[in-house]
Every structure is written in structure tokens, then in C-alpha cells.
């Protein structure tokens, strides 16, 4: 998968893309193809280190905690998704084009709506 990865604290400068491994849902956790993320101050404090007393990032790390995308697939004990489902979550690692989420932190986009940006 295609990840972007920061290896220091730092500005926007650090942010690199990358191949990385293909995250594998565990018990409990759903696998998602990343339509969406965000950027919001938790990311920026998170890669400046102006949260590293009180949320200490492990090099190289995956910034991103907002999630909007489809099920790829599901680990054992999920019950209420399905693969294909379109949901939104927030989950972290999400700065990528694949990411694990809890299910129990899942919910269904509606189907009205769409996931396109």
C-alpha cells in the first residue's frame, strides 16, 4: 500500500510517500480502502512533536485519524459490515490507502450518499 510515513518530527517536509505492508485486520477490526482522510490540528501537533510528553510517535509513523472509505475486509468476530460497505470511522494510521478500524468505531455512510470527492 501507498502511505504517506514521517521519519523525524518536523514540518510538512517530513512527510514522505511510501510503499509500506498491507495492514491485516485482526479480531474486531475491519480492513479499509481509504477514499478520504483529513488533516486537523491532532495531525499537525502529532508530526511538529508538540504532543511527543503525552502521545510519543514510534519512527517511522503514520500520522492520521479520520476515515471515510470501503470494507476490503473483515476480521474475525466483526458482525454488521460487510466487504464493500462504504463507512466513515475514526481510526488511525490513516494517511494511507489501506487502514484497520475497530468495528466497533465504524459506522455506514447512508446510502444516499456517496464517497467520491
Given at each position: 500500500?501507498?502511505?504517506?510515513?514521517?521519519?523525524?518530527?518536523?514540518?510538512?517536509?517530513?512527510?514522505?510517500?511510501?510503499?509500506?505492508?498491507?495492514?491485516?485486520?485482526?479480531?474486531?477490526?475491519?480492513?479499509?480502502?481509504?477514499?478520504?482522510?483529513?488533516?486537523?490540528?491532532?495531525?499537525?501537533?502529532?508530526r511538529s512533536?508538540?504532543?511527543?510528553?503525552?502521545?510519543?510517535?514510534?519512527?517511522?509513523?503514520?500520522?492520521?485519524?479520520?476515515?471515510?472509505?470501503?470494507?476490503?475486509?473483515?476480521?474475525?468476530?466483526?458482525?454488521?459490515?460487510?466487504?464493500?460497505?462504504?463507512?466513515?470511522?475514526?481510526?488511525?494510521?490513516?494517511?494511507?490507502?489501506?487502514?484497520?478500524?475497530?468495528?466497533?468505531?465504524?459506522?455506514?455512510?447512508?446510502?444516499?450518499?456517496?464517497?467520491?470527492?
Amino acid at each position: 500500500m501507498r502511505a504517506v510515513v514521517i521519519r523525524a518530527y518536523g514540518g510538512p517536509e517530513e512527510l514522505k510517500s511510501e510503499e509500506r505492508p498491507d495492514p491485516i485486520p485482526e479480531s474486531g477490526q475491519v480492513l479499509i480502502r481509504v477514499v478520504a482522510t483529513s488533516v486537523n490540528p491532532v495531525d499537525i501537533k502529532l508530526r511538529s512533536g508538540q504532543m511527543k510528553d503525552f502521545w510519543p510517535l514510534a519512527f517511522p509513523a503514520i500520522l492520521g485519524v479520520d476515515v471515510s472509505g470501503v470494507i476490503q475486509g473483515i476480521g474475525p468476530g466483526v458482525a454488521g459490515f460487510s466487504v464493500g460497505d462504504s463507512v466513515f470511522a475514526n481510526g488511525v494510521q490513516t494517511y494511507a490507502s489501506l487502514c484497520v478500524v475497530k468495528a466497533a468505531d465504524l459506522a455506514k455512510v447512508p446510502s444516499q450518499m456517496t464517497l467520491s470527492i
